[in-house]
């Protein structure tokens, strides 16, 4: 049984870089033909894929977020990470690691059977 976990700060400032990283267990990231994915949740809406790591290493980012995302991954040590940069409030979320054992509709929130308990990111001064 695949499980994952967040961590991360609580708290970023606007214009800063949010980093979290999400450690895998049950499971390796190089397996075929996983997706290792980031999804979040802001408050009062909801889900929002936001990219994913494959288990060739390859990436693909919402086109909404790719401008300010990278998602990569430490094979070493069993984890990815996501790094969102130029924060603003409207970034307040609880983020979400999740993976699914097919990257057929690697976009869809429905695809993923296994997800983090997710971290609640805030976005303030």
């Known amino acids: 049984q695949v499980q994952l976990q967040e961590s991360g700060p609580g708290l970023v400032k606007p214009s800063q870089t949010l980093s979290l990283t999400c450690t895998v267990s049950?499971?390796?990231?190089?397996?075929?033909?996983?997706?290792w994915s980031w999804i979040r949740q802001p408050p009062g809406k909801g889900l929002e894929w936001m990219g994913v790591?494959?288990?060739?290493?390859?990436?693909y980012y919402s086109p909404s977020l790719k401008s300010r995302t990278s998602i990569s991954r430490d094979t070493s040590k069993n984890q990815f990470s996501l790094q969102l940069s130029s924060v603003t409030p409207e970034d307040t979320a609880v983020y979400y690691c999740a993976a699914a054992p097919t990257f057929v509709g690697y976009q869809r929130e429905s695809t993923y059977n296994y997800w983090g308990q997710g971290t609640q990111v805030t976005v303030s001064a």
């Open positions: 790591i494959a288990y060739d290493g390859n990436t």
């Open positions: 049950g499971g390796s990231i190089t397996t075929s033909y996983y997706a």
